[in-house]
């Protein structure tokens, strides 16, 4: 029978091991996956072994446990989404000299994509984006530029500096969704407000959805008192001329990291038409007679660069 004492040292070790990894993932990733760290891991269950075999095994088995899952992690969060900081200097250095014009935000970046994605985008020279994405931003080029130009080089040129998420929110934000999202909406004008001053339906920095009503002080007019409410999510096609849940009533807002479960229409002379990219994050058919028509008063910032020979995409966000 096992010493009961090793149970609670093969317990003791698991737990350490796992809390280096949430301290120290990246280089505990190193350990666990390069040829050194290996070599050491081996040498370390040889040196126990000699000390003593049950504790070695132990070990080794808790070792091998902790790689296979190191392995196995191929997804955007954890181990995988981790960048060296070599690989964010190369990264650097390689922006610096591809797109000298634009500032890259590596820790925006970081998750965004992953090392993975990054090498490859070293040997290719432009991010992989899925075809429906590759789809929705040629049909808004096409439909809000003037100008003639090549669909095929403009694509291939923003996929050399939009990874495809940042392309999704930048279209995404671009659109009459996005915008009452980031800027929310003019619910109704009285007369004691002056005519550039309106009261409003907007998300707030907490992630609620808030009513604006906005009043002159009694002393000095053109000072506004802001008189804010959180609105429960039902209230809100009440409030909003036009609004409409696709589903159960939600909260379209986001505090931190943006999500899209809340599934909502907006019309606002277009007959409630969802622009396609929300559609495509919401999984939405649109039928192809509509498309050209959607997003109605509001355009994507666009500005093309005859030096360059490219579109710029710019946001309010």
Known sequence: MKNPKHYLLYIFFFLFLIFLIYLFPFQM????????GVIFLLFLIFILNLYNPSISFGFLMILIIISISIYLSDTKEGFDNIWSPELIREFLNYQDLHNPNYIYDVNIIQQQVTPKE???????????????????????????????????????KAKRIY????????????????????????????????????????????????????????????????????????????????????????????????????????????????????????NINIPREKINKYNTGVKPKLEYDPEKEEYNIYTNV
């Not at 990733?29 to 040829?35: A, D, G, I, Q, V």
């Not at 429906?132 to 040629?138: D, N, R, S, V």
């Not at 929310?184 to 009513?211: F, R, S, Y």
């Open 29 to 36: 990733n190193k350990l666990f996956t390069s040829f050194y």
């Open 118 to 156: 990054v090498k490859k985008y070293f040997q290719t020279g432009h991010w992989t984006w899925s075809p429906k994405i590759e789809e929705i931003y040629l049909q808004m080029i096409k439909r809000d530029s003037g100008i003639s130009f090549d669909p095929a080089s403009a694509l291939e």
């Open 163 to 282: 990874n495809e998420r940042a392309i999704t929110e930048l279209l995404a934000w671009n659109t009459k969704e996005g915008q009452f999202i980031i800027n929310g909406a003019i619910i109704g004008h009285n007369d004691k407000l002056p005519e550039n001053i309106n009261n409003l339906l907007q998300c707030n920095k907490d992630g609620d959805m808030v009513k604006v009503i906005k009043e002159p002080t009694p002393m000095q007019s053109e000072y506004m008192i802001e008189n804010k409410t959180i609105v429960n999510p039902k209230e809100i096609p009440s409030l909003l001329t036009g609004f409409k849940f696709l589903e159960e009533p939600c909260n379209p807002c986001f505090k931190d990291v943006p999500n899209y479960n809340c599934k909502f229409s907006l019309d606002i002379g277009d007959q409630g038409i969802i622009s396609p990219i929300w559609a495509y994050l919401w």
